[in-house]
């Protein structure tokens, strides 16, 4: 594990406190969306018995010093060895919050490589957008992503069990190839609904819908198995094909959806993850950092 390369200014520390509150904010706006088939929101618990609100709430005020942290060893171009090392240690931190309840091992691993992404710009002085954040992320990491060495050899995630069962890539994947899931697809949704309906809840429920359409899942195969994987894209299909958020009644639809979910035991907890991310890249974009 390689620490941090040189003298951190208080710019650097600036930079990275702003950046840090961005992906907290996206996690917090990820949770608050009521409804979400499958997953925990401040109205219901979802497909889970095991956590709740108040559970993700714990975990991400566990994760406030974590963001900037490893926006900061963006910024220093750490080894990735030290980022790895950093996302061991909030997943420690979210685990005591919350019990050994997992609720953002995802987001550690995504969001994380994200903001180290957004320092490593920032240390380049390159323009930040979403291809550049991309092009920086896959250039810097992508091959060590894909090729990293477990130091816990003995815990396979969720995801790669299924990636051994079933072949479907996971998150390791995703974030090797720089994201292309958020800057080709579910950004580009997210701003273009934002356009059209005004609303950030339906941008970001049409958005999510749109994730679990065209995303294989791995927390959705781990619950439900190919079957279930098939379910949910197709009921998204479904759902968006009908019009999506601008048709009539749509929060009453995302209900009865939300409803099969819970009876299925399906969590889209993947497409979650991509959501709160999109979120944060669309936040970064916005406030034109």
């Known amino acids: 594990m390689s620490k941090l390369n ?49 559970t993700f709430m714990r975990s991400i005020f566990s994760l406030r010093n974590y963001f900037k942290k490893i926006t900061l060893a963006g910024s220093n171009n750490a080894d990735f060895s030290y980022l790895q090392f950093l996302g061991i240690e909030a997943e420690k931190k979210m685990l005591g919050a919350t019990n050994g309840i997992n609720t953002h091992k995802g987001a550690i691993f995504s969001l994380g490589i994200l903001c180290a992404g957004v320092g490593l710009l920032y240390a380049k002085k390159i323009d930040f957008n979403s291809q550049n954040l991309s092009k920086v992320i896959k250039e810097n990491w992508g091959d060590i992503i894909l090729n990293y060495d477990n130091p816990k050899k003995n815990s396979i995630s969720n995801g790669q069990k299924v990636k051994e069962k079933y072949g479907y890539n996971g998150a390791s994947y995703e974030a ?20 059209t309906s005004k609303k950030e809840e339906a941008s970001l429920m049409q958005t999510l819908f749109i994730l679990m359409k065209n995303l294989s899942d791995t927390n959705v195969v781990h ?65 034109n950092i």
């Open 6 to 54: 040189h003298k951190i200014s208080i710019n650097d520390k600036r930079f990275a406190f702003r950046i840090g509150l961005f992906a907290i904010r996206s996690l917090y706006k990820e949770l608050s969306l009521s409804h979400k088939p499958g997953l925990v929101s401040f109205v219901d618990t979802g497909s889970h018995k095991d956590m709740d609100a108040i």
């Open 176 to 195: 090797a190839n720089g994201f292309l899931t958020i800057t080709k697809l579910a950004l580009p949704a997210l701003k273009n609904t934002m356009i």
């Open 223 to 287: 619950r439900g198995g190919k079957d279930g994987l098939i379910f949910v894209q197709k009921i998204s299909r479904d759902f968006l094909n009908k019009g999506g958020v601008f048709q009539k009644n749509w929060e009453n639809k995302v209900f009865k959806i939300h409803k099969q979910f819970i009876s299925k035991n399906l969590s889209p907890g993947g497409s979650a993850d991509l959501l709160a991310s999109s979120y944060f890249v669309y936040s970064l974009e916005k406030e």
